[in-house]
């Protein structure tokens, strides 16, 4: 089994930055690359960035490219997504993901393990 704990959302005003963390423990050898998703009110969780297992190839969505920032901590088990220049469109359930691949798809569907969620609202 594996456990992912994402934390790190608040109230932040927009032009703001905010860290999110994604927690991995249990059968961590198991996940491979991992992405960052997110839910608004009313809407479908979306793909928002991903990398994969070598940590050397990253994908954003055009709306958060140039804003925000994924990465790992392998030693610590740990995943991040650095968000800068917050806009209340990105205000959202912040969702991390780990699957038993090495390649970061895009599609939900794609990835095995699936962490709580964190509340992110950007005030305008």
């Known amino acids: 089994q594996v456990q992912l704990v994402a934390s790190g959302g608040r109230l932040v005003q927009a032009g703001g930055s905010l860290r999110l963390s994604c927690a991995a423990s249990g059968r961590t050898l198991s996940v491979y690359a991992m992405g960052w998703f997110r839910q608004a009110p009313g809407k479908e969780r979306e793909f928002v960035a991903a990398?994969?297992?070598?940590?050397?190839?990253?994908y954003y969505a055009d709306s958060v490219k140039g804003r925000f920032t994924i990465s790992r901590d392998y030693a610590k088990n740990t995943l991040y997504l650095q968000m800068n220049s917050l806009k209340p469109e990105d205000t959202a359930v912040y969702y991390c993901?780990?699957?038993?691949?090495?390649?970061?798809?895009?599609?939900?569907?794609?990835?095995?393990?699936w962490g709580q969620g964190t509340q992110v609202t950007v005030s305008s």
């Open positions: 993901a780990g699957r038993r691949s090495i390649s970061a798809p895009r599609p939900e569907s794609e990835y095995d393990y």
């Open positions: 990398l994969n297992w070598s940590g050397d190839i990253t």
